[in-house]
């Protein structure tokens, strides 16, 4: 692709979807096999109204049927599937359009995704959009029957082990994914669906108490201090607030939020995208809370040259106001979380949280905490 977009002040190219790659190499398996002649390049409209022109790889025919590959192209985005060839394997059938996974696409086995249980990991956009271009090569050649299409991703069982997959119940290789069929770098967007789709599977399963960790260290500590399952929690990276929104959009009636000090701090402040590039505000609510606590004028401008939370930690101590100010930084983090998850519906959401840093470990918590902790390790045992 030719096309860019501005972010972070770089000039970063775009790329196309696996769905896209699953799409145009069905599209050109399609005319091929109806036309008896091979395609070396493939014109696709992708959703987002990008037109593509991608080139076809590996094509081999039979009498009845075709294959060929189109290669991903991420563009710019670190993207695990950038250059692996997407197959699309085409024959005729009496009626409809039927797709499926071959090799290399992950078989569903939890439910609550975007597919039933039992079915390739093919999402309703790429399924879609593969419809859609076989659909208009029978068209341009005037045939009435119909295609089954079986998408094939050679190392795709090697890159799904990599990947949310397994952790989601997609088993055996990749997804095959995009929604509109064109990648934008360092798309914030994939990282909120795949949150969602845990979510959801999580749901499914019949969980109704949620457990979210912004990241590595608070499902350590979830694991390893607060004794609980983390398997049985979601990972929400720097997303708190868009992780929140949708708990209570599908229906979690606790949630109990477990996590380092260095993001959730921020949420004091009413910051809930903790990434640093967003916000930081770190300082400033350990000096804006020690200052309402008394602390003296250098304390604050120590407090606000501090480079981290466990610095502003050691000022706080020293100066003997660490557990008047943390306190007064918990409440607010309370009257904050409270505020996301029930101001807006008006529902009783049971919402918990545990703050930590390794040198201090526990550094706040609300006042339920500890009870639901308990109350989730005995349901783990029972379960």
Do not use: W
């Not at 499926?100 to 990991?121: F, I, M, N, Y």
């Not at 770190?282 to 250098?298: D, N, P, T, V």
């Amino acid at each position: 692709m030719k096309q860019y977009i501005v972010k972070n002040q770089k000039k970063l190219a775009l790329g196309y979807t696996t769905g896209s790659c699953a799409a145009g190499a069905a599209k050109a398996a399609a005319q091929a096999l109806l036309s008896g002649q091979p395609v070396r390049q493939m014109q696709l409209m992708t959703p987002k109204g990008i037109a593509l022109t991608l080139d076809i790889e590996h094509m081999t025919r039979t009498p009845e049927q075709v294959r060929c590959a189109v290669r991903k192209d991420a563009g710019d985005d670190p993207d695990i599937t950038h250059g692996i060839l997407i197959y699309a394997e085409v024959q005729k059938i009496p009626a409809g359009v039927v797709i499926d996974g071959g090799e290399g696409v992950g078989r569903v086995t939890k439910s609550g995704l975007a597919q039933p249980v039992g079915t390739a990991a093919i999402n309703p956009g790429p399924r879609e959009q593969i419809t859609r271009a076989v659909q208009d090569i029978a068209h341009k050649y005037g045939y009435t029957g119909g295609f089954s299409v079986i998408i094939s991703i050679p190392e795709g069982k090697e890159l799904g082990a990599r990947t949310f997959n397994p952790k989601l119940g997609i088993v055996g290789g990749l997804s095959v994914l995009g929604t509109s069929g064109i990648v934008e770098p360092m798309s914030e967007q994939a990282l909120i669906d795949t949150i969602h789709i845990d979510m959801d599977s999580r749901y499914a399963d019949g969980q109704r108490e949620l457990l979210l960790c912004p990241g590595n260290y608070g499902e350590d500590f979830a694991r390893d201090t607060l004794g609980l399952d983390i398997a049985r929690g979601v990972k929400c990276s720097n997303f708190i607030g868009e992780a929140l929104d949708y708990a209570v959009y599908r229906g979690f009636s606790n949630i109990l939020l477990v996590g380092h000090a260095g993001k959730l701090i921020k949420l004091a402040a009413g910051v809930f995208q903790t990434h640093s590039a967003y916000a930081d505000a770190r300082q400033e609510i350990f000096a804006a809370h020690a200052a309402l606590c008394g602390a003296s004028a250098e304390t604050v401008r120590t407090l606000m040259e501090a480079v981290t939370v466990d610095a502003c930690l050691d000022i706080l101590r020293r100066a003997g106001l660490d557990k008047p100010v943390l306190q007064s930084i918990s409440q607010k983090i309370q009257s904050h979380l409270v505020h996301r998850v029930c101001g807006k519906t008006g529902r009783q959401i049971g919402i918990e949280y545990v703050i930590f840093t390794n040198p201090y470990g526990i550094l706040m918590q609300s006042d339920g905490a500890q009870a639901c902790i308990a109350a989730r390790r005995e349901k783990e045992r029972q379960i």
